[in-house]
């Protein structure tokens, strides 16, 4: 419950909060918290999980306990094929193209 709590909150927040500064951070702040709600989320998933471990194998508690620490696992993942797929696929190629040249040319000769 307490992980169902935690993990929603991140959302909610998110989207409650308005954005500060300006130009590139702005919204960073909105970031940080998401981050932070979901960083709590993960502790208490991997307490849940710890927990679980105690009960017998194949137990309905045992696989409950288990839920929030894949779903962490999942998001994790995902996020990370995400910035992988970014860098793959389109923008942090890393400056390969050149850019077009502009033709030099002699300036005109004045008439006399």
Do not use: H, Y
């Not at 951070?25 to 709600?37: D, E, H, I, Q, Y």
């Not at 620490?69 to 094929?81: D, R």
Request: charged share 10%.
């Amino acid at each position: 419950m307490l992980w169902s709590v935690a993990f929603i909150l991140a959302f909610i927040d998110f989207g409650m909060t308005e954005p500060s500064s300006d130009g590139f951070t702005a919204g960073l702040n909105k970031v940080a918290k998401f981050m932070a709600w979901q960083a709590v989320a993960l502790v208490i998933s991997v307490i849940v999980w710890v927990i679980g471990s105690r009960f017998e194998r194949r137990s309905a508690q045992r696989v409950a306990s288990r839920i929030p620490g894949i779903i962490m696992i999942a998001i994790a993942l995902a996020f990370g094929l995400f910035i992988l797929s970014s860098g793959l696929i389109g923008g942090m190629a890393g400056g390969t193209e050149t850019s077009p040249q502009m033709p030099v040319t002699k300036p005109a000769e004045p008439a006399q």
